[in-house]
């Protein structure tokens, strides 16, 4: 069973778990790319993490048979296997259009030791062997796509898998024996590594492996990833996938939904996300677009929820502003206003009149006009004045 490195191997595939959008699926809110420059500092970022994994990979055992003179039939086994040097040579992940992405690591080295143990009839005999195996090549494709929570998933399309050259040296009592026959015993090792587990199978051992561990560490962990953030009291945002897969020579677009919701009822959006159009250059890692919709799904949530409301005083204007909050600065607007308490402080206490601030046009509502007399506030009815509307781009 191989499962943490394959998992680190898998995380840099994972840069190509964030998915496009595929026909049908709804437009996102917001849009992350990840260019080729991108994918390659993921390489080399999985590539230093999966170096310092690879020790704690667990070889499969493996057994066989050889016959000694009149002895005829001995049978033995290698177990315990564990890696103790590992050359990562040459790696590359590559996309996949329309389905994924495929990593490769080809022409590796690898050192391992472990135990060995004959058996002829009643008698047993056991030591210690070392291994190099030279010209590691192996080639992954995954399929990648979305689940109905609108969480990514991963998959095994492809894999293949050789062996260059290996090398044993075999230690213990009698193991001079063992090592009249260490030709046969490499290719034996060699062959099962590389043979298929099945005649009517393309799976050989270590894509075997692959697919195990695909199957129950990074399946189970693509279903545990959370979609949903709470932002505080009033609002979350649900950030799930809207699409299938879809990736291009050039870049991985990961569509996310980008909708928010009140933390208290989670009703969906009244309008839908506007399509997106990303840059078609290729110069950085990574692009990020928004469209509107995330601001007009916070701005309803917000507003609802009586929170888009404001005061704007003095103190909230710079000080070398020419326009100051007095009730001379209304003399055009509301002549009344200035004629009846000249040269009076105000405030505002103001809200958007639509939930949606990113339309064409913003409504803004004046509540109120409130006059400061010292240190307190008084709404002057008597003026006549308690609403106005402004309208502005």
Known sequence: MMARPYCVVVALLLLAMVSGFGEGASNPGFVARITRKGLEYGRRFGVAILKKELSTIK?????GSFKVGWIKSVSYDFYRLKIHRFELRNSDLRLRPRQGVTASLSNNYVFVSGNWKVKKAFVTLDGTFDVSVDGISISVSLNLGKDHSGRPTASVAHCRSSIGHISADISGRLSWILNLFHERIENNFKNILEQK?????SSFVICEMVRKSTTSHLEPYLRTLPVILMIDQVAGIDYSLVGAPQVTSQ???????????GRNW??????????IRLT??????????VSEYVFNTASRVYHQAGRMNFTIQNKHIPMDSPIRLHTSSFRTIIPRLARLNPNME????????????LEQWVKIKVIKLIFMYKNSHHCLTPCGIKTQDLDSD
């Open 59 to 63: 070889l499969p055992d493996f057994s």
């Open 197 to 201: 587990v099945d005649k009517r199978m």
């Open 251 to 261: 870049v991985l677009d990961t569509p996310f939904k980008g909708e928010f919701f």
């Open 266 to 275: 989670h009703s969906p959006a009244p309008f839908d996300a506007p399509t």
């Open 280 to 289: 078609e250059k290729h110069d950085h890692m990574v692009y990020f677009a």
């Open 346 to 357: 105000l405030e505002l206490e103001t809200s958007p009149e639509t939930a949606y601030l």
